[in-house]
């Protein structure tokens, strides 16, 4: 993670619902998400207030958030630094089960690799597939403790050659890849001299649609322990919104290098759901960069907006919070909001920067990104 990059990031109730599932829901996790196959081609949403659900496993379960070191490498030395980043991870993993049994253990945005200023040529040799021999290894210990495991990480796809993609992957306690969350967007013109060039689906968005479904666009993973979303996406409460209008019940969010707490607390309470956020530790040995810059901060927000359990140091550490899903659930519904005085504010908007450019050129680094997309704003 660059300076510049940590500096930007880290500057920069809810009525809540009880949903009915289809029988055919019932038992098992819904994926809804890309790389998953293709899905619906209109949004899983209601119009009663409530969504779909799958049964739950349990009353409650035990969230567990892993807040660890990011160790990038120099690309030449790819294969030593993905294999002692696995290592750790792995460990990571024995040691939340020596001091707790949580349900779900999430890890924060790029456990497997940290960030660094690598071109493309450079992360598509390390970016992990999935599923993968990472995954598998990941899969081994979901399957040896019994607990879902969610992280964030680079990686490639033999539908998307050439991209980069930035993807949260969901595997159960079963060692199963229940879904692949890619990341909604990148800022663009948000730094002084280069541009994050990963595809996102913001990037792709035409196409992303036509190999997913337009259901994918915003997806909420329908699980015996809720409904889960993740993103690594910061400050873009519409999107949030969206998630929880299909249903969202728990957020499991991920930074590297700094976030806005108020962020996600506002997520928790203005959405009624239980909101996580996982940062990196401090890193010692982490390339070019300090040791402790945008360190710290994981925590859980529930749906009041307030702080259940959080990290008390900026060192690496496991955060433990109670879910109480079935008592969520049973006073749940989608968000209250008066669309109809809006709408056509929303229909109306034009983002700075129109989708789909990564379907016209690859960047081939984070200067050419921010070269490519130079006089491409539509805004003055």
Request: aromatic share 10%; hydrophobic share 40%; charged share 20%.
């Amino acid at each position: 993670m660059s300076n510049s990059r940590r500096q930007f990031l880290s500057g920069a109730a809810g009525l809540a619902a009880l949903g009915v599932a289809g029988p055919s829901l019932l038992g098992a996790s819904a994926p809804a998400q890309a790389a998953m196959g293709k899905g619906p081609d209109t949004p899983n949403q209601r119009d009663d207030g409530t969504y779909d659900v799958v049964e739950l496993a349990k009353p409650a379960w035990m969230l567990g958030l892993v807040q660890s070191r990011v160790h990038s490498f120099d690309a030449s030395q790819w294969k030593a630094g993905t294999r002692r980043n696995l290592a750790h991870m792995l460990d990571l993993i024995d040691k939340a089960h020596y001091h707790a049994k949580p349900d779900l253990l999430q890890f924060h945005e790029f456990p497997l690799t940290g960030w660094r200023k690598w071109t493309r040529n450079e992360i598509l040799k390390f970016a992990i597939t999935i599923p993968g021999e990472e995954t598998e290894a990941i899969a081994a210990k979901a399957r040896q403790y019994g607990t879902w495991i969610v992280f964030g990480a680079y990686a490639t796809d033999p539908d998307w050659p050439g991209h980069v993609l930035s993807i949260t992957t969901i595997i159960n306690d079963k060692g199963e890849i229940v879904d692949k969350h890619w990341k909604a967007r990148n800022l663009k013109g948000a730094f002084p001299d280069f541009e994050l060039f990963t595809t996102t689906t913001y990037d792709v968005l035409d196409r992303y649609v036509e190999m997913y479904g337009r259901d994918a666009v915003v997806p909420v993973t329908r699980t015996p322990l809720g409904n889960i979303c993740t993103s690594s996406t910061q400050r873009e409460p519409e999107l949030f919104r969206a998630m929880a209008v299909k249903g969202a019940e728990v957020f499991l969010r991920t930074a590297s290098g700094g976030f806005s707490p108020l962020d996600v607390q506002a997520c928790a309470m203005y959405n009624g759901v239980y909101s996580s956020i996982v940062n990196n530790s401090i890193s010692p040995d982490n390339g070019p960069y300090f040791d402790d810059p945008g360190s710290g901060g994981t925590a859980v927000y529930g749906p009041q907006g307030t702080a259940i359990a959080e990290a008390t140091s900026a060192h690496e550490t496991l955060v433990l919070a109670n879910i109480p899903i079935a008592s969520l659930r049973a006073r749940k519904r989608q968000p209250v909001m008066h669309a109809d005085l809006y709408n056509d504010v929303y229909a109306n908007y034009r983002s700075a920067y129109a989708p789909n450019l990564w379907t016209e050129h690859l960047p081939e680094s984070l200067e050419d990104a921010a070269q490519y997309i130079r006089g491409k704003s539509r805004w003055k």
